[in-house]
């Protein structure tokens, strides 16, 4: 279990437990954090789980796949560096504590 | 129950807490709607992703609490009673009230079908054998995936989405697969022949072994479970486990007993209104009217953007989808991602490399755009719904041409 902290566009924050395996993104829409729409469910689809993730957390995530790597290239809200799908940040225990901002529109 | 009350309470009542239903019930919230909401399900679930039910689950990448897609909990949070495990006897449009099977009644204000799709049944004997499954529900696919477990030979029996999810996902448990297509393609209602023809290649490459022109007959079987598939040939085709996938039907007999105009799916306009001013449609159960024809889809997309006209128009606001159709498939390491509807096509021009597996197939009509399929280029598919919602005007020769930025005609 890891806990993260959703910090919606408007400041707004919230506080999820989501297991180990589970990705950022399940633990995000099952709890109804305001933010992330995930329409795909979680296939590298859609990019409409476009979040930033705190760049403490950046390096202890794998890398981007090259689907993702494009799929954020067509996020609705602008692209940044610390930019990741969370439907592909899979949570370890190493995430503990991760905090990820979500962007003012996802589509 | 909590916010379902008594007859005429004026709440919103969503028969179905699929995506659609889901959907329509935030977005009543998200439009401001203050007053009570019901969403009721007959299945025993909290609102899941049914796509990663033949993809993630099948291949055993995700377990079932992670595709739910909004927790009990979340949706007290926000004021929406949900009732699972509890279906829908009868709704009386005169009493703007909803009879449930377990002798409930909700009186309402608005109402939303969202009742989904099932599987098409085989229409052939033998398939009620144990052994035969249909994949449409969580339920279906724990089935499914349990029984992979065991199962040495597969048969699909439907070369669809469906199917072919089924079969990359019964490789990577290593079993035998054969494919038993009806058509002379794979995908044939659903892709032009050049992606037919690259998944059928794909599919054989995997080992599956496919059948085209493959009329099914007969399932077999002994002892009550199945022992393979009949062939019109005459060939049987050994298998362990059948999985059908045969397209779906709409749940349409609720709206059609209560008088709504039902035409393979429940009539809506674009934004998501029935015959009937106090009742909405969304999703897999509706057909679409537009122009002089109807248009059914089923998709999430057409679920979530459905929803949210279905919402805007119980509230009596207009919010028309109109965007291009969206739609994607995994299957092994490819990633299928379609946009617009390339029926009737007159030229296609592909872009990138097919024996490279990543290319776009852009398919014209009259000289017009009229739908992507993107093979392991998803830039491609995240422009061309821009190309196509946007009506921008596009070459083939440009399309074909990679040295030409087509981003830079969206501009």
Same mark, same amino acid.
């Given at each position: 279990m890891a806990k993260v902290t959703f910090i919606e566009h408007g400041g707004a924050e919230q506080v999820v437990d989501i297991p180990e395996g589970w990705t950022v993104m399940q633990g995000a829409v099952r709890n109804g954090v305001e933010g992330i729409e995930a329409e795909c469910g979680g296939s590298c689809a859609c990019a409409?789980?476009?979040c930033y993730v705190e760049e403490e957390f950046l390096d202890r995530l794998a890398p981007p796949s090259q689907t993702e790597?494009?799929?954020?290239?067509?996020?609705a809200s602008e692209r940044r560096p610390n930019s990741r799908l969370s439907c592909q940040i899979k949570v370890t225990s190493a995430l503990d504590g991760l905090v990820v901002r979500l962007p003012e529109a996802q589509s | 129950m909590g916010a379902a009350g008594a007859p005429d309470d004026g709440g919103m009542v969503i028969i179905g807490a699929g995506q659609a239903g889901l959907q329509v019930a935030e977005s009543l919230r998200a439009e401001g709607y203050g007053g009570p909401v019901t969403l009721i399900g007959d299945e025993p679930h909290a609102p899941y992703h049914r796509p990663p039910l033949s993809k993630a689950m099948l291949c055993g990448d995700a377990d079932e609490a992670q595709l739910t897609i909004r927790g009990p909990e979340a949706l007290e949070r926000k004021g929406i009673a949900l009732v699972t495990g509890v279906a829908v006897a009868s709704v009386d449009r005169a009493a703007r009230c909803v009879r449930l099977v377990d002798g409930r009644t909700l009186g309402y204000r608005g109402l939303a079908f969202a009742t989904g799709s099932r599987a098409r049944p085989l229409p052939v004997p033998g398939a009620e $054998? =144990?052994?035969?499954? +249909?994949?449409?529900?969580?339920?279906? #696919?724990r089935r499914i995936a349990a029984a992979l477990e065991a199962a040495g030979r597969v048969v699909v029996i439907g070369g669809g989405f469906i199917g072919l999810e089924v079969a990359a996902a019964a490789r990577k448990h290593g079993r035998a697969v054969t494919v038993l297509e009806a058509a002379d393609r794979l995908l044939a209602r659903v892709a032009a022949?050049?992606?037919?023809?690259?998944?059928?290649?794909?599919?054989?490459?995997?080992?599956?072994? $496919? =059948?085209?022109?493959? +009329?099914?007959?007969?399932?077999?079987? #002994?002892g009550g479970r199945v022992s393979g598939v009949r062939t019109a040939d005459g060939r049987m085709h050994p298998a362990d486990l059948v999985v059908v996938g045969v397209g779906i039907i709409p749940n349409t007999e609720l709206a059609q007993a209560c008088g709504l105009e039902c035409d393979r799916g429940i009539v809506v306009d674009a934004c998501a209104r029935t015959s009937d001013p106090l009742v909405v449609a969304a999703g897999d159960c509706t057909a679409r009217r537009v122009g002089d024809g109807l248009l059914r889809l089923e998709s999430v997309q057409n679920a979530v953007e459905q929803g949210k006209s279905a919402a805007a128009a119980l509230l009596g606001k207009e919010r028309p989808f109109t965007a291009a159709p969206w739609f994607w498939s995994d299957q092994y390491d490819v990633k299928l991602q379609m946009v617009g509807l390339s029926a009737g096509h007159d030229r296609v021009?592909?872009?990138?490399?097919?024996?490279?597996q990543r290319f776009s197939v852009f398919?014209?009509?009259?000289?017009?755009?009229?739908?992507?399929?993107?093979?392991?280029?998803?830039p491609d598919h995240m422009l061309g719904r821009k190309l196509l919602d946007k009506a921008v005007a596009v070459t083939p020769e440009q399309a074909a041409d990679e040295g030409f930025a087509l981003a830079t005609l969206v501009r």
């Open positions: 409409t789980c476009h790597e494009e799929m954020l290239d067509s996020t | $054998l =144990e052994g035969v499954l +249909a994949l449409r529900s969580l339920d279906d #696919a022949p050049p992606v037919s023809e690259f998944f059928a290649t794909l599919h054989a490459a995997h080992g599956v072994t $496919l =059948e085209l022109d493959a +009329a099914v007959t007969a399932v077999e079987g #002994a021009a592909v872009r990138g490399s097919v024996a490279g398919y014209f009509r009259g000289g017009d755009l009229v739908a992507i399929d993107s093979v392991n280029r998803a």
